[in-house]
């Protein structure tokens, strides 16, 4: 292998994934796993309830002892009213409160509510005079959809549970408006999060306060066990200033703790492969083996009000198989059957210790061991694509929370999260069985595994220490203030030599042939770059040593109660970047103010109707991949050739040349033309079409920052009685800040170390012609009809446009080209203005649960639930060569055909189908007291797309035109060339749609087909 030496070259990448395998007792390694996490020991998000009590006269009372109690808290927690008779108790672990009022010659009533994370309950109170104090229990309200400014729905396990969806924060997440999966597919069906028009790695995703989104693509790891999680809420708008680094939404998923009772439970859930109906002409044989999902709990206290523990675990060897894909026309060909899926372990241990009243300390750990079996990267023909590897993962985090006085309250917090990929790639760095082949036309890989499985492992990292302080001020003339501070300084660590193959090459070719099972690689001889298809080399010359992109935050946020009509939410927070790269090079040193304002109006002063109205700018965490990819440490270069030497396999009716014998001639040639030391350029004796040297020909100047929205909102919430609640929410946002490669005359030349010259690449932010728009309704509802009758629903209108989509399914967050050889492009027809790929018009969700029958010992229920959403908008887009209509101006390299993209349709011509699901569980529980405890006993059967529909979520999107499929004496079908400037091209003569194009390839760009799947267990 040839490898130019110079220390410049690095940079552009994929993804990479999952885990490791052991079998243990899981609660016996549950509490191991505890006892060695208690000297690192996570930000439990607490809750706050606050409210106004007054005579029956509507007189503030002054002096009111108000208690709090709940099995979730350690002991009790009491205040007084001040001279408004405003209250606040904050600090209040997620749960069911008992809120107790008393005064001298006063009712002493009893309230119940629901304390949600993050979440502030409004609780106010009437007291009336009386000479015999009468106790008064009136059972509080449990919506759990917010009625302030702040837009956040809460569900909880027992709701989750109930319904026939996976009881994980994904699923649950997806019930809230406004939250789409909408965002690139990466792992089959599951697409990822986008909230409120986002990007999907610009949410912020928490799991007992610590950040568990990953650090190239932002969907959150799977660092919970089902049983264990107490509740998720998500924040859609209206966010306060106490979260940052995000431009999407939060999410707040809250795990069980122990308590003054032992509490615990058992679960086995079985699946199996050929319960699954079969996708029509795309199953293959299906693997019948009962896959069995085992999950435990058990909390309890080591002192009572002083000491809870906190154990779980889970174990799920999800192995059954998967299937290639088949080129559109093959011959004689089907899907390839392979082993495939997670064998995985998962465990949780808290600790929470009160030594004191007031005062808490929680220590919790999470681990994950997981081996994938079968791994692969993008769409693959064939089973030599196929790897295992392993990526385990820990979560360890400690918090402290502790009243200072009856006013104020301070919160601390440590944390930090592990991920790494061991063994994740090709096995062979030779240039034969190390290097991947990519079929031009589809994208569809072949012959080695993508990345490198015997090069350095990758490390995907966070750290994070927080501080805060609120102190809570009432009056009469100015109401309630609570008021919040703090600093927040988060570490995004990721260390990675990312080889992009074994032998760091691939070859993307014309096309390929897919004959009796066998792929072929075609390419045409084209030395001067008039095809899509190249030679691609990525070598990394440099050791990356670990990025550090530190965001160090303030903030200070008022929740202020002016009178029992007006509250206002009103905030500021401060986000710095200061970013080091791979290379220890200071790459982001921005800084940005973000106000957050809001106000809700409730008329009646009785929380009949609420309206709301609020402003806020919420700035992301700046995009590893995107700081870091400047760095020559780590990254891998692109350098791409044409290919020059003899056609391979471009007559189909001749005798086929096989992948390893092709791929000798094409090295043969390369070497021959002098190899990677080749740095003519094309039309200049040499084949060179492209060169991106990370901190060489690509750089940062000054500071990369971080992309910003600033949205605006409006909603109103009406009770429904003491029966239900609705909400309406309409939120407008406006992206800014895109990251952006300008590449143009002003920006300069360099030169290589091998002394050819190179044009310059800024890598920068921008938002000259980028646009991103979003507008939702996002409506939420949930009613009780009768003791056995409960429903609720939601509904999203959205509308997502502009001319960036900012993601790809390979690379995660990428940078726009429209500044990138602005001469040799139009925006009209290379960077459309339309609907994005993350739009969906309608989303909407319904269910039902009804109680079928309840006695002691018995109990039915059945809940249906129907999903519905529209489909998302593609294009027919592909390549065009208008650098053979454009006289070069003077750059040193004029971009090859596979730089220049070409709308043939608009962006949003097309769209998948509209999917619909109808889903049914069953929820049987037997009761039965014993040890002194009820020991519940269930069994949970689910039906899920219960009509069997079969719509299609991810389409292939594959075109040709001249770049891949040229007219020629071998291919007198083939397309012609035109010229972008001045002719409109017409399909069937200069491109085409693919065989497959609109049509799903693999099982898993459909929806689930019918699928049978059941649990049982024990509750105590």
């Excluded at 208008?882 to 949003?908: E, H, K, M």
Aim: charge should be negative; charged fraction near 20%.
């Amino acid at each position: 292998m040839l490898y130019p030496a110079s220390p410049w070259w690095g940079a552009q990448f994929e993804e990479r994934s999952p885990l490791m395998k052991s079998r243990a007792l899981v609660l016996s390694v549950g509490l191991a796993l505890l006892l060695t996490a208690l000297p690192m020991l996570a930000q439990i998000p607490t809750g706050t309830v606050s409210g106004k009590v007054t005579s029956a006269e509507g007189e503030a009372l002054p002096g009111v002892m108000v208690t709090v109690t709940s099995p979730s808290l350690q002991g009790t927690r009491d205040t007084v009213t001040s001279e408004g008779g405003e209250y606040n108790i904050p600090l209040l672990p997620p749960g069911e409160y008992e809120v107790s009022f008393e005064l001298e010659g006063f009712s002493n009533p009893k309230r119940t509510v629901k304390v949600s994370a993050a979440q502030q309950i409004r609780l106010d109170a009437e007291l009336s005079n009386t000479a015999v104090s009468e106790e008064i229990v009136v059972t509080g309200s449990y919506e759990t959809i917010s009625t302030a400014s702040e837009a956040a729905t809460t569900y909880e396990k027992d709701f989750v549970e109930s319904l026939p969806i996976e009881r994980n924060i994904r699923e649950t997440v997806l019930l809230t408006p406004g939250v789409g999966a909408t965002g690139v597919a990466t792992d089959g069906r599951a697409r990822g999060i986008s909230i409120a028009g986002s990007q999907s790695y610009e949410n912020l995703f928490l799991v007992n306060g610590v950040a568990i989104t990953e650090n190239l693509r932002g969907q959150p790891f799977d660092l919970f066990i089902e049983d264990a999680i107490e509740e998720t809420t998500t924040t859609v708008s209206g966010v306060s200033a106490e979260f940052g680094r995000f431009s999407g939404g939060v999410v707040n998923t809250i795990t069980k703790s122990g308590g003054n009772e032992i509490h615990g439970s058992v679960r086995a859930s079985a699946t199996n492969q050929t319960w699954e109906e079969k996708i029509p002409k795309i199953t293959g044989v299906q693997t019948d083996d009962v896959k069995e999902r085992f999950e435990a709990t058990l909390g309890g206290w080591l002192w009572k009000d002083k000491i809870w523990y906190f154990l779980a675990g889970r174990d799920f060897e999800n192995v059954t198989s998967a299937q290639t894909a088949v080129l559109a026309g093959a011959t004689n060909s089907s899907p390839i059957r392979f082993t495939a899926g997670p064998d995985q372990q998962r465990y949780e241990g808290k600790l929470t210790l009160s030594p004191f009243q007031g005062h808490r300390l929680i220590g919790s750990y999470i681990s994950i061991e997981q081996e994938d079996i079968g791994n692969r990267f993008g769409t693959i023909l064939d089973t030599n694509s196929v790897v295992n590897r392993k990526t385990p993962q820990e979560l360890m985090a400690l918090n402290y929370t502790g009243v200072l006085t009856e006013n104020f309250f301070v919160e601390a917090q440590y944390s930090e999260r592990k991920f790494t990929f061991e063994g994740s790639g090709s096995r062979f760095t030779d240039l034969i069985n190390g290097t991947l082949m990519v079929d031009g036309v589809t994208g569809f890989r072949w012959w080695s595994p993508t990345f490198c499985g015997v090069c350095t492992d990758e490390e995907r990292n966070n750290e994070n220490i927080l501080a805060k302080g609120s102190w809570f001020l009432s009056s009469a003339s100015t109401g309630s203030h609570d008021l919040s501070f703090g600093a927040d300084s988060y570490d995004d660590q990721r260390l990675a030599n990312n080889h992009q193959s074994g032998s760091d090459f691939r070859i993307i070719t014309r096309t390929a042939i897919q004959r009796d099972g066998v792929v072929y690689p075609v390419l045409s001889s084209d030395p001067t770059a008039l095809l899509n298809q190249f030679i691609q080399f990525n070598p990394i010359l440099q050791e990356a040593t670990t990025t550090r992109f530190k965001t160090n935050s303030l903030y200070i946020n008022d929740k202020w109660r002016l009178n029992d009509n007006w509250s206002f939410n009103i905030g500021l927070r401060y986000d710095a970047n200061d970013g080091e790269d791979s290379a220890g090079r200071k790459v982001a040193d921005d800084s940005r103010i973000s106000p957050r304002l809001s106000a809700a109006w409730d008329p009646k002063a009785n929380g009949d109707w609420v309206f709301s109205f609020s402003y806020g700018e919420y700035v992301a965490a700046i995009a590893n991949s995107q700081a870091n990819s400047t760095s020559a440490a780590g990254n891998p270069a692109q350098l791409r050739w044409a290919y020059g030497g003899p056609s391979i396999n471009t007559d189909p009716n001749a005798p086929l040349i096989s992948t390893d014998a092709a791929l000798r001639q094409i090295f043969d040639w390369f070497n021959s033309v002098g190899g990677a030391n080749n740095t003519n350029a094309v039309g200049r004796g040499g084949f060179l079409t492209s060169v991106d040297i990370p901190g060489g020909t690509t750089v940062i100047r000054g500071s990369l920052d971080s992309p910003f929205v600033r949205e605006y909102s409006v909603g109103a919430a009406k009770r429904l009685g003491n029966r239900g609640i609705a909400r309406a929410d309409y939120v407008h946002r406006d992206y800014r800040d895109f990251y952006s490669s300008r590449l143009d005359l002003s920006t300069g030349q360099v030169t290589t170390p091998t002394g050819g010259r190179s044009d310059l690449t800024i890598l920068e932010n921008s938002n000259d012609g980028l646009e991103r728009v979003y507008d939702g309704l996002h409506t939420q509802l949930q009613y009780r009809f009768s003791d056995k009758l409960s429903g609720g629903a939601v509904y999203t209108w959205s509308h997502l446009r502009g001319t960036f989509d900012g993601e790809t399914a390979a690379s995660g967050p990428v940078s726009a080209l429209i500044d990138s050889y602005p001469e040799y492009k139009e925006a009209r027809w290379n960077n459309p203005r339309g609907d994005l790929l993350l739009d969906q018009r309608h989303r909407a969700s319904v269910w039902l649960v009804y109680d079928l029958f309840r006695t002691s010992h018995h109990s039915l229920n059945v809940s249906l639930l129907q999903t519905y959403g529209s489909g998302i908008p593609y294009g027919a887009v592909n390549r065009v060569n208008s650098r053979a209509f454009v006289t070069n101006p003077g750059y040193a390299l004029t971009p090859p055909a596979a730089q220049i993209n070409y709308y043939y349709t608009n962006r949003d011509a097309f769209r998948t189908d509209d999917i619909t699901a109808t889903n049914l569980t069953f929820n049987y529980a037997f009761n039965v007291p014993a040890f002194g405890k009820d020991i519940e006993l269930y069994l949970q059967p689910e039906i899920l797309n219960v009509f069997n529909e079969h719509g299609v979520i991810n389409v292939n999107t594959a075109v040709q035109d001249a770049t891949n499929s040229p007219r020629s004496a071998t291919n007198p079908n083939g397309l012609l060339p035109f010229n972008p400037f001045t002719e409109t091209p017409v399909e069937g003569i200069h491109w085409r749609r693919g065989g497959s194009f609109g049509k799903g390839v693999i099982e898993t760009d459909y929806q689930t087909p019918r699928t049978f799947r059941f649990s049982l267990g024990v509750r105590f």
